[in-house]
Nanobody
Framework: QVQLVESGGGLVQAGGSLRLSCAFSGRTFSNYAMGWFRQAPGKDNDFVAAISKNGARTFYADSVKGRFTISRDNAKSTAYLQMNILKPEDTADYYC????????????????????WGQGTQVTVSS
């Protein structure tokens, strides 16, 4: 049974940075593509970033491109989301997600493509 646990959320001022972590357990992490999504109050769950299982390919939502960086450490079975130049509109619950992937370069950007989800971590950006 794969389990994902996010951490690193909190309250930060606009312009600041946070790094979210997603700890993976239960299977071989390097077999899974990873993604980050977020959901603001009253809004849909939106794609943020994705990374292939070998880390070679990444993909970002336009709203975070140039500010956020997704990465992974397969030795530590952990995915990360470095968030810089945070804006109040980045305020949301952030979720990591995983799906097994045959293709080493596979990335998934749609919610339905992921079958495993963490419980979320809250990020609040004050103006």
């Amino acid at each position: 049974q794969v389990q994902l646990v996010e951490s690193g959320g909190g309250l930060v001022q606009a312009g600041g940075s946070l790094r979210l972590s997603c700890a993976f357990s239960g299977r071989t992490f390097s077999n899974y593509a990873m993604g980050w999504f977020r959901q603001a109050p009253g809004k849909d769950n939106d794609f943020v970033a994705a990374i292939s299982k070998n880390g070679a390919r990444t993909f970002y939502a336009d709203s975070v491109k140039g500010r956020f960086t997704i990465s992974r450490d397969n030795a530590k079975s952990t995915a990360y989301l470095q968030m810089n130049i945070l804006k109040p509109e980045d305020t949301a619950d952030y979720y990591c997600a995983a799906r097994d992937a045959v293709d080493s370069g596979y990335t998934a950007t749609a919610r339905f493509q992921y079958g495993i989800w963490g419980q979320g971590t809250q990020v609040t950006v004050s103006s």
